[in-house]
């Protein structure tokens, strides 16, 4: 079986790898390869065979023992003497047993009554719930960083592409400086400015390239991928369409998981008082013990068999089931406390994250608006320059503000991201 998904899974990578890769791709690809949500599964698969293993209490026992005994000294004890027609008031030295002893005995029990395991069963299954909720919020918080990776990287990239378009503009009006320069209409250091501004594009662009690698190697971590595969990511366009398809849908799992440990806290107060009761099993025996004295060619097999009924009850522990119960009275009361700040807190990341969703709207739909204005002033400044109306500096300038509206755009594209997942994260629907 795990030959078999070890398969799948390589299948699933190896085709993966030659495809772009959308964000719900990666998604899916961290459900079943994600390390954290491994151990989360296996948490989940662990409680139910503690069950399985916790429930085989209730069956009988049945355990057998053999013993080899050979008396070098055969033990002797002290009786009196007139017991074998010896004179009252003295005694004799009796030896009890053979040289050689074999014994075999089979020994059976079963719980009639114990009020722990009814109480180990019930914990159990709501322990199954705990690690389930548990699973659900590690799934949410896992798609988040993936998410939040995945949309770092479309900025990181549309920020490359951005400057290496203005790498190639400023290629191109170094050259026709040039060619001014050799019919003597300007001076080097005219030149020089753009080269100046074209090495700190550059040294721009190799910054945000290890960035991309870096995010690139989180992501393929976050999805259970091989660092040395390669990894192409769908183009996002820095648009301004929402991930928000369903606001209604609200699903809180951490406010399930502390109700389902407030189940639990129940549950042990009732397991301390039901410690209070005796608990009751039944246990049977076969023995058989084979004597053998060689020499005298003695060799007698005796056989016995018993049933029994065994009462356990503490009546008194020193308090320590009295002092458990106050602890889990305070632990409830922790927990209520608990599930109270927890609500407060994830209605107001809700209403904040609505909020900054509607400022980020706003903010990316003016960004690209500046970025268009920005361009159209950059492009008459170039054809200024070019028919020699401004200078240089004027003409960087222009370049300067179009760069900024750059990332500005790129600026509130992953702001207005990152709120819809703060959002989606609040109400467990990121999917």
Do not use: C
Request: hydrophobic fraction near 40%; aromatic fraction near 6%; proline fraction near 3%.
């Amino acid at each position: 079986m795990k030959l078999l998904l070890a398969g799948l899974l390589s299948l699933v990578f190896v085709s993966a790898m030659g495809q772009t890769l959308t964000l719900n791709d990666l998604l899916k690809m961290a459900d079943t390869a994600n390390p954290t949500l491994r151990n989360a599964r296996l948490d989940i698969e662990i409680n139910a065979v503690q069950k399985k293993a916790y429930l085989s209490s209730r069956l009988p026992r049945l355990s057998a023992t053999g013993d080899y005994k050979y008396n070098a000294i055969i033990p002797g004890q002290i009786v009196p003497a007139d017991f074998f027609g010896g004179p009252p008031g003295t005694y004799a030295q009796v030896k009890f047993g053979v040289p050689y002893n074999l014994s075999n005995s089979l020994q059976l029990t079963q719980v009639l009554y114990n009020p722990q395991l009814n109480f180990g069963l019930s914990a159990l299954d709501i322990n199954q719930q705990i690690v389930e909720l548990q699973y659900q919020v590690a799934q949410q918080e896992v798609k988040s960083q993936i998410a939040n990776t995945y949309f770092g990287l479309q900025a990181v990239s549309k920020q490359i592409e951005y400057l290496k378009m203005n790498v190639k503009n400023i290629d191109q009006l170094i050259q026709n400086m040039e060619l001014l320069y050799q019919q003597g209409l300007v001076i080097p250091t005219e030149t020089d400015k753009l080269r100046i501004n074209k090495i700190s594009l550059e040294n721009a662009i190799l910054k945000l390239e290890n960035t991309k690698l870096q995010l690139q190697s989180l992501l393929k971590i976050l999805v259970g991928m091989d660092d040395k595969s390669p990894m192409n990511v769908e183009d996002d366009q820095v648009i301004q369409q929402s991930l928000l398809v369903d606001k209604t849908t609200i699903n809180r799992p951490e406010l399930a998981l502390i109700n389902a440990q407030k189940q639990m806290n129940d549950e042990e107060t009732k397991g301390n008082k039901m410690a209070y009761l005796p608990s009751l099993n039944f246990y049977a025996s076969y023995n058989y013990n084979y004597n053998m004295k060689p020499a005298d060619d003695i060799r007698i097999g005796i056989s016995s068999a018993f049933l029994g009924l065994r009462l356990d009850w503490t009546l008194f522990d020193g308090f320590e089931k009295h002092n458990k119960i106050k602890m889990n009275a305070m632990n409830k009361e922790k927990l209520e406390t608990q599930e109270q700040l927890v609500t407060n807190q994830m209605n107001l990341a809700t209403q904040n994250a609505e909020r900054e969703i509607t400022l980020q709207t706003s903010n990316l739909s003016l960004s690209q608006e500046q970025l268009r204005l920005s361009q159209k002033v950059f492009e008459t400044s170039e054809a200024q320059f070019k028919a020699g109306t401004i200078g240089t500096n004027e003409l960087l300038q222009s370049e300067n503000a179009l760069e900024q509206a750059q990332s500005n755009v790129v600026s509130a594209y992953l702001q207005l991201r990152q709120a819809e997942l703060s959002f989606l994260k609040s109400i467990s629907s990121i999917k």
